[in-house]
């Protein structure tokens, strides 16, 4: 028989694997939306993965990360109040030996619930309704988070040896900057290449946007609201720089000249996500705080995106009687995430395409996000290339009513098996 | 010797005493000052009123409100959690009969000391320099307080006796609504006129603006902040009402036709004091709430002008699509203000005139305010008349480095005194 045929027969025991272990992927996925893991509270959560790791045959290291290693990149990263009680996951197969090894990563943390009446569904319900997964974290990522791990258990049903490692990582604190998924690369858990299963929409995603996570803070001037002409409204003063900032976001968008992020509707939002402002009803409020997120694409530098927007802050300021004498003040919050990327023609791109092709018989997308996720630790610190690549739909990921489509989710688990054992080596 | 001649004789002996108590004045300011007293608050300095008022020779009646008595002006006051260690104080200098009585009133409570970075001075210092003294509630209103306490210390040093009884309070909770002066009232503390030392700059002030306070409810969309074009802002739909209600403003002040309000920069201010909205920087904010006043002018009703701001919301929402489907709510805080004036040609006006002139020997200024004060409880709810006269400028009640004149302070205690006798009649 030739190797074509063999592979033919090897991708058709994979995909009858992933069909039949759909039960017990949505059974899992299940469990994992039942376990709030808002960032910082992951430790619940993640005794759930080990078990589930270890029941796959994996040989699991759990460990809190050490906010002393994390430290020369707190910029990059939120050391916050620490990692207790908040352990990293991770669960190696180990190769028969000769391959090259790979790196399955997804976090484990979620963004909050928000506004409870705003979801139709149980966030923490894990409900399946016409074909979906609902709940916080279905989709940005304990789906991938399951993918990645029934990738590996799907080889096993259908009795693919790796010769590479495979390492399944479930990382912690992403959505604050990806202290887990750096903590995971410094703790030597380097590979020939990486895939984060972030929501994708199966597409490849070779190019990540970075973002800023910046603070404003606007002085006003208090006066009773009877005369209130004698004060300065800080939330006025706000909403004029709020819209210069937004200005300066349509520009930057016009400059933007990356071939892949060509024709997005929005190539580096700027979103002020809160707002806080004033004390008393009846008082001119003299102060607001907001806190906000600036998106940068690969090619831009942290550093340069800071000094453009202090420059605008400032030019803003400048142009305005009140702000001109009592400046405003940008800060930068912790988690930045600089933007990465890895070529299209690189050995890992073309070997996801050719196991995306053979599994779905069409082309998979190759694309560029504007989000910022672990990518940038596995690619600028460990130097590894890494792709994004997973089920779901990001437009989902922070909203209410959070869900994953099923048949996506087996087929990320599908194209993520086909992929390892043609990346790692497979008898 | 002619009765005039007895005038004279009597207004100068005033005037001197006024003179000869300033440095007593300045201490108790000073120490009333040093006792914070935001609203809510109010305990330990009423004890402090409290002593000054026995000291003074007044019969004193200390009580709590009853929040089950004033429940039915629930709209127009605060309630809050009740009155529990927030007495109100009240000193009776009885008159000798025959005479008209009096109210002096005062509010005891402040507005909170907000930003301390933006004072020059310590808001709980009391300091005197270049003849003011500073400090959070020197000017609204513990002065007043102290100007109408040694109104009848002068009455007494001059050897004047009234003959109608003169009615000191100090009341709490002004500045949530006026459940302090609501609750003299319905005391029983009704008098043949009222007047209120907020702090008029010694003007004569006869008619006081009202306020509605209000809460603004916005409601946005989440997403991710890197896809914030499939989010809606709660922060941009605020900013966009704001907007509209500062257009509102300026239609309202362009058809006030009362004459006292004529030439005034901003007849009946809107105000937003506070702001929240958003919960995390990277997600495009799905609520926020802001709170604010909105003023009106004698004549106007508060259910008129209910009706005329959430009719102005609702045709904002329809004008924008996002709002017209996800309807921003108006909803009315405690504490409102009714607009209320006495007559310029009423008794009392005339009186407090009079004596005005006698001690300064110039004309006073007969003004409205902007404002909403206690004048209502006592014009609408106790059918007294009710002016206001004070030392102290509002347009530095609720802000930094808030200050009272001295000269002004000893001024206001001499007319009050003098227009006390001539208005309770003297031996």
Redesign the interface.
Known sequence: MSGREGGDRRDMAIRGAAEALRPAMVAALKELVQIPSQTGEEGLVQEAVARLMRDHGLDVDVWEPDAATLAPHAESVTLGSGFAGRPNVVGVYRGSGGGRSLILNGHIDT??I??RG?WRRDPLGGDVVDGRLYGRGACDMKGGVIANLFAVRVLREAGIEPAGDVIVQSTISE?DGGAGALAAVLRGYVADAALISEPTNLAIVVAQ?G?L??RLVVPG???????????V?A??KF?YL??GLLEFEARHNGEIAHPLYDGM??KA????????????????????E????A?LVPGESLAGMKRALSDEVARLADADPWLREHRPRIEW?DGHFAPAEVAVESPLVHTLSAAWRRVRRAEPAIEA????ADMRHFVLVGGMPCVMFGAGD??L????DEAIFLDDLVAAAAITATFTADWCGAG
């Open positions: 963004v909050e928000g506004d705003a959505e946007g973002s996570m910046f001037l208090s006066a009773h609201a009877c005369v209130r002409d004698e004060g409204s939330i006025e909403a709020h819209r509707v929005n939002p700027i979103n002020i996500g809160t707002v806080r402002g004033g004390a008393w009803p009846s008082s001119v409020p003299e102060w607001l907001a806190e906000g997120r998106g919050r996000v504007t989000y910022g990001v437009r990921a922070h909203a209410p």
